[in-house]
């Protein structure tokens, strides 16, 4: 009875085996492409019928993804195995959902998050239209495109169930430990040298400051974690990934993760003593206004620092204001210079997206030169996640994502005062404090073309809108 109900699978069985057979005797070359077949099924098997599980996977798999150029398979097309196929696949699962049940609630779409996001969608498309190389801004509308949805939207509609925001941290943070304790290993061969870092974080992370930016990202939250968890087998599981998470960062050597870090300490003691945002936002510019005031000045006082990164510890974090001799501060200057220059040709639409790395060389001047720049510009990008739309998609490129970074500011202060009930508070306050590392990490590098940082920072984004929108349990008259 059981094998006349499962006919068709036994047939199919027997009809692979009998091919795979064939092709093991006759054509061997075909055998590994054709083996992917069952692979390939049961993905999507398991994506249409363990579809939260699949996600589960992806989430925890990112931190392992290896891209297509890394396995030295293509120089062109430079997808994150297995991670990026996944998210294509899933936007499109939510958009087919979203068409046909509309599974996303009203308050997140109608949420102010929401609506910038999808306004920054929406002008980097024009954008594209009038990029100088549309193939290049196509490719990064589309990954863009798939970042946010699988990220973003699809996630704020896992996260109604508040126990995914929390598995979502646990199952990203034990997978970069994971790496974390390789990475380690690897470096203590080399004695832990400051030099080293840049490189052993490969195949995982191409870059030593997208893994310190990953670890920097992850240590509020999973503090967050640690607070409000009651197993004690799963608290002490959550204290030595504290301290990997720590001591990783900082072998990591990335100078802007660790400031990124500190910003957050500071944003968590704002939120001890209960100061308002708009206080806070105003302060910001008085400061701002104050310290342009007095560049010249502040100019020469940092210029009398030659500490370079190329020594201990200690020199590493005086070498983050050395804007004298150290290589890579000058470089990330230098990037940020062409960035405006870029801005002043095309203020409106800017380059295109994706297409700084492409365009720059032309607008670096010889004395801004180092040693580590390139006359053809194949360096990589601007080094900001604020200056790249700036000369990519010109003033509004700048303003949409300056006016997310401000939303997502004052919905963290908003959720973290108004929600009473506790373990959300806690953990709104590890999840906020996690996106105060990257936005204040943006200043020095942008790593929003990746799924290794593009995965975890939209989540974050929508554990928060999640919170606001189902999780609230608000004060009264606040």
């Known amino acids: 009875m059981f094998i006349k ?64 150029k ?26 087919i959902n979203e068409w046909l049940k509309g599974i996303t609630p009203k308050e997140v779409l109608k949420h102010p998050i929401s609506q910038i996001i999808l306004i920054q969608l929406l002008w980097m498309l024009i954008t594209t239209l009038t990029s100088m ?99 004690i087998l799963k608290k002490n ?46 302060s910001f510019i008085t400061l701002f206004i104050l310290i342009f005031s007095f560049s010249e000045e502040l100019l020469i006082l940092i210029g009398k620092n030659k500490t370079d990164s190329e020594g201990s510890f200690y020199e590493n974090i005086i070498s983050t204001y050395n804007i004298k001799n150290d290589a890579s501060n000058l470089e990330r200057i230098n990037r940020w210079n062409c960035a405006i220059r870029m801005f002043k040709d095309k203020p409106v639409f800017g380059f295109g997206p994706g297409t700084y790395q492409f365009f720059y060389a032309p607008y670096q001047l010889s004395k801004e030169k180092t040693i580590i720049s390139t006359n053809f510009g194949t360096g990589g990008n601007s080094h900001s996640e604020y200056l790249g739309p700036l000369s990519e998609e010109g003033l509004p490129g700048l303003l949409i994502f300056l006016t997310l970074t401000l939303y997502v500011f004052s919905l963290g202060y908003k959720v973290c005062y108004s929600n009473l009930n506790k373990k959300h508070k806690i953990m709104t306050y590890g999840i906020f404090l996690g996106l105060v590392t990257y936005f204040i990490h943006g200043f020095f590098n942008n790593f929003l073309d990746t799924d290794k940082l593009s995965l975890p920072f939209w989540a974050f984004i929508a554990a928060l809108v999640s919170i606001d929108t189902y999780h609230q349990q608000k004060k009264q008259n606040i």
């Open 133 to 231: 190389d549309i193939i290049v801004s196509l490719k990064y509308l589309t990954a863009r495109f798939w970042f946010v949805l699988s990220s973003y939207f699809l996630m704020t509609y896992l996260f109604k169930d508040f126990n995914n925001i929390k598995k979502v941290i646990w199952l990203y943070t034990i997978s970069l430990c994971g790496v974390a304790i390789i990475t380690i290993i690897k470096h203590a061969e080399y004695n832990f040298h400051h030099k080293i870092a840049d490189w052993i974080v490969t195949p995982f992370y191409n870059d030593h400051t997208a893994y310190g930016a990953a670890l920097a990202l992850f240590i509020p939250p999973t503090i967050s974690l640690l607070i409000i968890e009651q197993n």
């Open 5 to 68: 109900k499962n006919i068709f699978f036994f047939s199919s069985v027997i009809v692979f085996l009998l091919l795979e057979s064939y092709i093991l005797l006759n054509k061997y070359d075909w055998f590994i492409p054709f083996n992917l077949i069952p692979l390939i099924i049961l993905v999507l098997l398991g994506i249409f019928y363990f579809t939260k599980w699949i996600i589960f996977f992806m989430v925890f798999i990112t931190p392992f993804a290896i891209s297509l």
């Open 70 to 95: 890394e396995l030295g398979l293509t120089q062109t097309l430079d997808l994150s195995l297995p991670t990026e196929p996944l998210m294509i696949i899933f936007s499109g699962i939510y958009l």
């Open 237 to 282: 599981i959550l204290i030595i990934l504290n301290i990997i998470l720590v001591i990783a960062l900082v072998l990591s050597y990335a100078r802007a993760a660790w400031i990124g870090l500190v910003a957050a300490i500071f944003v968590f003691l704002t939120l001890l003593v209960k100061l308002k945002f708009k206080h806070i936002l105003i």
